[in-house]
């Protein structure tokens, strides 16, 4: 037993030396000026020196190690991107986020650094494929050879930095850890499985005849947002509404009779982007109330909350799985919702159990 506890007393001491090391080289990647406003974030004296600055940041012991080297990565990711976005695009992609926006580009997305917003996802949104080739290259120093989906997903797994952990595992298996995902309920964390869909007929006549993929559900605050999401929707081949589209069809229409037919029977789901300003908006409830009584007259989910921020909003269940935009941007969010709508069998994996390798799982070597 004794020996046993001081294995693990050495792991544990082993991990935190690690963890460390990677906070101190991510934090030495950045300006000194925006060393200084991770302290001020923390609630730091900033100090007079770079080395100063670093070792107070990492003072702060090995529960804070994992979010320094994020943070320092997404600056680190802001000295690459911003070049290849004007400061229109930062200052619509930061508004759209509730941020007051002025100063530099490079000062408007440190500031929503410490605010614990990532604008690298709409950044990303916002560039065309030489914008991301180019960002790519100077955060890894190698040619892009990839697709612009390989290039972004990289990017992304890059800046959703885990911890790497010691475990124990049978000798059949590699050591695997199991970094965020972009799955989230309130208190836990929910895999990206594919369930198979067990609805009744009523429900598969419902699905055959929909007219909609997805109905976006949104505050005119948010349209930036809910447009880039509806773009990258039509770009991957799914029917979607979105008010701004459907002009024509709309104009001279009583909206709320329009509307409760697409926030319902109309659609095979409704995907609701959460904020501070849907939570405020009597039409926005409106929209929320007709796909929230749909919803109960369905065996299988029907609202797909995307959290712009973490408002709550009456009605909707604390349980509910919901995307983090500020971590996907509107491609991811169109690749989910794509097969979210076509792929309704289970992966079920033939592999032997050490060459499993599951979406969202990291095998160590």
């Not at 991510?26 to 600055?53: I, N, P, T, Y």
């Not at 000295?79 to 930061?94: G, N, R």
């Not at 559900?217 to 701004?244: C, H, N, Q």
Request: aromatic share 8%.
């Amino acid at each position: 037993m004794q020996r046993r506890k001081a294995d693990h007393l050495r792991v544990v001491s082993k991990q935190a030396d690690r963890g460390k090391s990677a906070a101190e080289d991510a934090l030495d990647q950045l300006k000194g000026v925006d060393l200084k406003k991770l302290c001020s974030m923390f609630e730091l004296a900033a100090g007079s020196s770079r080395h100063e600055r670093i070792s107070r940041l990492t003072d702060l012991g090995s529960e804070c190690y994992e979010r320094l080297v994020r943070l320092s990565r997404l600056v680190v990711f802001g000295y690459c991107a911003e070049k290849h976005v004007t400061a229109k695009e930062m200052k619509d992609i930061l508004s759209s986020q509730g941020l007051s926006v002025s100063g530099t580009k490079h000062e408007m997305f440190t500031d929503a650094v410490t605010r614990d917003i990532s604008p690298a996802p709409p950044m990303l949104d916002a560039m065309d494929i030489t914008g991301i080739r180019k960002t790519y290259k100077c955060l890894f120093g190698k040619p892009p050879i990839k697709s612009e989906s390989g290039l972004r997903n990289e990017m992304f797994a890059w800046l959703d930095f885990t911890m790497p952990t010691e475990v124990a595992a049978p000798s059949t298996y590699p050591g695997i850890y199991v970094p965020p995902t972009l799955f989230h309920t309130q208190d836990s964390l929910i895999a990206p499985l594919i369930l198979p869909w067990s609805g009744d007929s009523t429900d598969a006549s419902r699905r055959s005849s929909t007219k909609y993929d997805v109905a976006i559900s949104y505050a005119s605050e948010d349209e930036v947002t809910a447009k880039a999401i509806a773009e990258a929707m039509k770009e991957a081949g799914l029917r979607v509404f979105f008010a701004p589209y459907e002009q024509a069809q709309l104009w001279g229409k009583k909206l709320s009779d329009a509307f409760k037919e697409n926030y319902a029977s109309r659609a095979k789901f409704v995907l609701v982007l959460i904020s501070q300003h849907y939570a405020l908006k009597d039409f926005t409830n409106f929209e929320f109330t007709i796909a929230r009584d749909e919803a109960r007259k369905r065996k299988e989910e029907f609202i797909l909350p995307v959290r712009l921020d973490q408002t709550p909003i009456v009605g909707l269940h604390s349980d509910v799985g919901y995307i983090d935009y500020g971590k996907v941007g509107a491609k991811e969010v169109a690749r989910l919702m794509k097969e979210k709508v076509t792929a309704r069998t289970p992966i079920i994996p033939t592999l032997r159990p050490t060459e499993l390798y599951w979406p969202g799982l990291t095998k160590k070597d």
